[in-house]
């Protein structure tokens, strides 16, 4: 049994990663890896966050490192839906106003997501 699914959707010029499961230790090398080829073929990564039911300190590194990845190439880096947990974590590390932050509250019919922006 994967302890991570990561579910890649190329949208445009966006890629949107799908995570669902744990970001430990175990699963951070096939999550760096799938951050790197999307910031090498978009102009925006979303990590959908919504399905992780934990995150480690190297899955919080990861994805800072993936931050720091997309601003060197002028790549938009979007955490979006973050669960309770991810959002707990961010902010007990400090590292709320880090990220850029999106709540997508509903799918409209067309399938544009309506979107609320948060940026601590």
Known sequence: MDLLT???TPRGDTVRIGLRGEIDLTTCPA????????V???SAVELDLSGVEFIGSEGVRVLLRGLREAEAKS?????VDPSSMVRRVLDVLGLTGTFEVEARLAESVAGDPERVQNRH
């Open 75 to 79: 790549v938009g880096f979007v955490l």
């Open 6 to 8: 990561i579910c890649p």
């Open 31 to 38: 999550l760096e890896q799938a951050i790197s080829a999307a």
């Open 40 to 42: 090498a073929q978009a």
